[in-house]
DNA sequence: TAGATTGTTAATCGATTAACAATC
DNA sequence: TAGATTGTTAATCGATTAACAATC
C-alpha cells in the first residue's frame, strides 16, 4: 500500500483525536462522526482507512480500540526514533516541552545550540550541546530526525551538517527553505507564512477557499 | 483573480526569501533560480507570480524589487491586522517573539491565559490578560485574528469564545481540529503529526513521495 | 425485512508540469 | 541574428467527492 503524506498526517489526526480527545465510553464511531469531528468529508474518512487493512462493520461503524491499533500499526512500524532540537531558543525550547512524550515512539535525545551559555545544561528536559558537537552526538546517539529552529541565515549551513552527520529525517521551522540530497526526508513548517495566509484570507472573502465543513450525501 | 491558498502561501516565501535572504546586489532573478532556492519547479514559479500583474522580461528574468512591490500589493491589500496570541504557554510564548515584527502588517497586541500569575503582565513584549477579558480586549482593540496555543482540550471553548468576541482569523495549534462558522478564517498546524509524518517517511522509503527538486526542461 | 453504513469504483476537481510560441 | 527566457495553454497527475452495490 502506497500512503501519501495527506493521508498519513490524517491518520496520525484521527489517532490523536479518538486516544486523547474522545469519550472513554464511546467503542465505535461512523464515518461521518469522524468527519464531523475532523471537519472532513465522509468519503474521505472511508477512503484514508481502507490502507489500514482494517474494516468496519455496516450499521455498527468503526471499533474504536481496533481503528487505532491498526492506525499504529501502519504508523509506528517504523519503531524509537531519536530526535534532536537544533537551535535552542524560544522556538526550539517550546518545542523541546511541546513535542516531548507525545508519542512513545519519538524521544528527543538531545539539543544543540550555538550559545555556549547553553551548552552542557540540562533545556527544558533535554540535554544541550554546543553546536560543534552535532556530528558526535548524533552518531553517538543513533539521532534520525532533526526539528530545525536556527536563524534562517544558517538554516543551509546547520542543514548540511546535520545531514553529514546522519539525519534521515527533517523537520524545519527555519524561515529559508532548504535543500537536502535525495533519501533524506524534509518536512518544512513556515510559521510566519502560515500566519500571513490566515490573515490575507481574513479580510479577502472574495479570495477565500471555500469551507470544508461537509456531511456526507 | 482568485487566489489559492497554497499559491498565496508561497508568495508569502518568495517574498521573505527574496528581501530576507537573498544577496542585495542582485537586482534580477529567473524563474529557474527562484526554483532552486525554493525547490520548486520553474513552471510552478512562472505560473504563481501570474496572478501578480507582473511581467518579467525574457532574458531578463524578474525585477526583484518590483516583484516584492507586486506581492506587497497582493498580500498585504488587507492592512494592519492586530493579533492575539491565546493560551500563553511555552509555545504561545514563543510564537509571540518568533512572529512578532516579522511583518509590518501584523500585530501581536495580546496575549490571553487562564493562569492569574500571567495576567496584567507584560510577556514577552506582549500585555498578557486573563481569559475572562477575551471578549473585552478583542474588541477594545479590534483583534481581527486569534493564535490558539491553548490544550486541546479547552480549544473548541476557547474557539467559541472568540468567534463571538468578533475574531474572524485563527491559526490553530492546538491538537485538536476546531470547528468554526462560516466566515471565520480557519489554518491549522498539527506540530504533533508533522513529527509523525518526518518519521514514517524517514524508515519508510518505499512509501516516501517522491523528491520535489527540478530544473526545467 | 428495511434502513443505515460500509468498501470501492468512477467522476470530478484542482494543482502541477510540460510544451511552445512570443519576445527580448 | 541566435539563444534564452518569458507567459500561457494543454496535458498530466493526484486528491477529493459522489455514487452505489454489498451487507449487517
Same mark, same amino acid.
Given at each position: 500500500?502506497?500512503?501519501?503524506?495527506? $493521508?498519513?498526517?490524517?491518520?496520525?489526526?484521527?489517532?490523536?483525536?479518538?486516544?486523547?480527545?474522545?469519550?472513554?465510553?464511546?467503542?465505535?464511531?461512523?464515518?461521518?462522526?469522524?468527519?464531523?469531528?475532523?471537519?472532513?468529508?465522509?468519503?474521505?474518512?472511508?477512503?484514508?482507512?481502507?490502507?489500514?487493512?482494517?474494516?468496519?462493520?455496516?450499521?455498527?461503524?468503526?471499533?474504536?480500540?481496533?481503528?487505532?491499533?491498526?492506525?499504529?500499526?501502519?504508523?509506528?512500524?517504523?519503531?524509537?526514533?531519536?530526535?534532536?532540537?537544533?537551535?535552542?531558543?524560544?522556538?526550539?525550547?517550546?518545542?523541546?516541552?511541546?513535542?516531548?512524550?507525545?508519542?512513545?515512539?519519538?524521544?528527543?535525545?538531545?539539543?544543540?545550540?550555538?550559545?555556549?551559555?547553553?551548552?552542557?545544561?540540562?533545556?527544558?528536559?533535554?540535554?544541550?550541546?554546543?553546536?560543534?558537537?552535532?556530528?558526535?552526538?548524533?552518531?553517538?546517539?543513533?539521532?534520525?530526525?532533526?526539528?530545525?529552529?536556527?536563524?534562517?541565515? $544558517?538554516?543551509?549551513?546547520?542543514?548540511?551538517?546535520?545531514?553529514?552527520?546522519?539525519?534521515?529525517?527533517?523537520?524545519?521551522?527555519?524561515?529559508?527553505?532548504?535543500?537536502?540530497?535525495?533519501?533524506? $526526508?524534509?518536512?518544512?513548517?513556515?510559521?510566519?507564512?502560515?500566519?500571513?495566509?490566515?490573515?490575507?484570507?481574513?479580510?479577502?472573502?472574495?479570495?477565500?477557499?471555500?469551507?470544508?465543513?461537509?456531511?456526507?450525501?
Amino acid at each position: 500500500m502506497n500512503i501519501s503524506t495527506k $493521508v498519513m498526517g490524517r491518520l496520525a489526526r484521527y489517532r490523536a483525536l479518538l486516544t486523547d480527545y474522545f469519550p472513554k465510553e464511546k467503542t465505535h464511531i461512523f464515518s461521518h462522526d469522524l468527519a464531523a469531528m475532523m471537519g472532513l468529508s465522509a468519503s474521505q474518512i472511508r477512503r484514508d482507512l481502507m490502507c489500514l487493512g482494517y474494516f468496519g462493520v455496516p450499521r455498527y461503524g468503526y471499533e474504536i480500540s481496533e481503528l487505532v491499533k491498526h492506525i499504529n500499526n501502519v504508523l509506528d512500524a517504523s519503531k524509537l526514533h531519536h530526535v534532536a532540537v537544533v537551535g535552542a531558543g524560544n522556538l526550539g525550547r517550546a518545542l523541546m516541552t511541546f513535542l516531548e512524550s507525545r508519542r512513545a515512539t519519538l524521544k528527543i535525545v538531545a539539543a544543540f545550540d550555538d550559545d555556549p551559555d547553553k551548552a552542557n545544561r540540562v533545556l527544558n528536559g533535554v540535554p544541550c550541546f554546543h553546536m560543534d558537537l552535532v556530528e558526535e552526538v548524533v552518531k553517538r546517539d543513533d539521532i534520525r530526525i532533526a526539528i530545525l529552529c536556527v536563524p534562517g541565515a $544558517v538554516a543551509q549551513r546547520v542543514t548540511d551538517l546535520l545531514v553529514k552527520s546522519g539525519v534521515k529525517g527533517i523537520l524545519n521551522f527555519a524561515p529559508v527553505p532548504i535543500r537536502i540530497p535525495v533519501g533524506v $526526508v524534509l518536512e518544512e513548517i513556515d510559521l510566519t507564512s502560515a500566519l500571513e495566509r490566515v490573515a490575507f484570507f481574513t479580510n479577502n472573502r472574495a479570495n477565500a477557499p471555500k469551507e470544508k465543513r461537509h456531511a456526507d450525501r
